[in-house]
């Protein structure tokens, strides 16, 4: 069984200050790890994935997430945040066995001040 | 490659009628999802398709809801006799063998 836990549904921060967004999952098997953005009324967008390569994952719009076996964490992050990062951010899991069902956390909204 | 694309992107039926929904995948994408999400809260999955085989059903589909896809191209979810839980945000997204899904816009149903 798999499940994802995204802390705080709400997160602050002023523009140019880091971002900072949690996840911790739980899996039977060696997951494959998912963080996506949804803008008001749209679907969901990759950001980055992981898949047992690299544990820091790079991905677009300047955000990166390190993947920590030992803390089953994929905690989300961008060094500088831009007014145009303002979104619900979700982060997922699903098995590397080829499995076909992602695994959705209950997201973060992301409020950029200036 | 336009991506993943869902007719309509709005819809308002009252209660009890029927509605279909239609998904369009990337071409040559084998793999096809449908998932709802209501306000607040992330995707949950409905069914899977690989082909034309649907290879899972949620517990989350009750017998009013059906989906499809004939030949392993598009796909329908229909759901019948809508009840007001039914409104939510219907995503349909595709991949090439299980790894990264691709989401469409999503179908906004509203039951009145």
């Known amino acids: 069984a798999q499940s994802v836990t995204q802390l705080g549904s709400h997160v602050s921060v002023s523009e140019g200050a880091l971002v900072l967004l949690r996840c911790n999952y739980s899996?039977?098997?060696?997951?494959?790890l998912f963080w996506y953005v949804q803008y008001p009324n749209q679907g969901l967008q990759l950001l980055l994935k992981y898949t047992s390569a690299a544990t820091l994952v790079k991905g677009i719009n300047g955000f990166e997430a390190e993947f920590k076996k030992s803390e089953t964490s994929f905690h989300l992050t961008k060094p500088s945040a831009h007014m145009s990062d303002a979104a619900e951010y979700f982060c997922?899991?699903?098995?590397?066995?080829?499995?076909?069902?992602?695994?959705f956390g209950a997201g973060t909204r992301l409020f950029v001040k200036a | 490659d336009t991506g993943v694309s869902q007719d309509p992107r709005h819809k308002i039926t009252k209660r009890g009628q029927n509605v279909t929904f239609r998904c369009d995948p990337i071409?040559?994408?084998?793999?096809l999802y449908w998932y709802r999400q209501t306000l607040g809260q992330g995707p949950e999955f409905l069914t899977y398709f690989q082909n034309e085989a649907q290879l899972e059903k949620s517990r989350l589909l009750s017998d009013r809801f059906s989906a499809e896809r004939p030949k392993g191209s598009f796909s329908t979810l229909e759901i019948q006799r809508t009840e007001q839980g039914d409104s939510a945000m219907y995503l349909c997204a595709s991949s090439r063998d299980g790894l990264e899904a691709f989401f469409g816009q999503g179908t906004r149903l509203t039951v009145v």
């Open positions: 899996s039977s098997v060696p997951p494959y």
């Open positions: 997922a899991v699903s098995p590397n066995t080829g499995g076909f069902k992602t695994i």
């Open positions: 071409s040559e994408h084998n793999r």
